[in-house]
C-alpha cells in the first residue's frame, strides 16, 4: 500500500502564493504519476496538475502559466507552486499516485481558500 502526506494549505488573498507538498510512502512502484487534484465545494474533484517519474508534465488549462508542478524522486515527494491565485481556486486539494502495478492513493487532502 502507499500512503501520501500532504500539508502547504491555507488561507490567502488574491494574487498571493502557497506551496502544497504531498509526501509519499510505503510500497512504492516506478514509473509513477503524482498528480494534484481540486475538489470545490459542491463540485466534482478534478485534475490541477500531474507529473510521471520521468518528468512529464500535464496541466489543467485554467493554472497553465501561474502553477508549476515538480517532484524529488529521492525524497518521494511532489510539490505544487501555486502563484497570482484567484477565488476560483479555492477548493480542498487532494494529492494522488498511480504506478505500473494499478495501485492508487489518495491523500486527505488539504484547503486552500484564496479571499477576494
Known amino acids: 500500500q502507499v500512503q501520501l502526506v500532504e500539508s502547504g494549505g491555507g488561507l490567502v488573498q488574491a494574487g498571493g502564493s502557497l506551496r502544497l507538498s504531498c509526501a509519499a510512502s510505503g510500497s512504492i512502484f516506478s514509473p509513477n504519476t503524482m498528480g494534484w487534484y481540486r475538489q470545490a465545494p459542491g463540485k466534482q474533484r478534478d485534475v490541477v496538475a500531474t507529473?510521471?517519474?520521468?518528468?512529464?508534465?500535464v496541466y489543467t488549462d485554467p493554472v497553465k502559466g501561474r502553477f508549476t508542478i515538480s517532484r524529488d524522486n529521492a525524497k518521494k515527494t511532489v510539490y505544487l507552486q501555486m502563484n497570482g491565485l484567484k477565488p476560483e481556486d479555492t477548493g480542498v486539494y487532494f494529492c494522488?499516485?498511480?504506478?505500473?502495478?494499478?495501485?492508487?492513493?489518495w491523500g486527505q487532502g488539504t484547503q486552500v481558500t484564496v479571499s477576494s
Open positions: 494522488r499516485y498511480d504506478d505500473v502495478i494499478d495501485q492508487r492513493a
Open positions: 507529473i510521471t517519474t520521468g518528468g512529464r508534465l
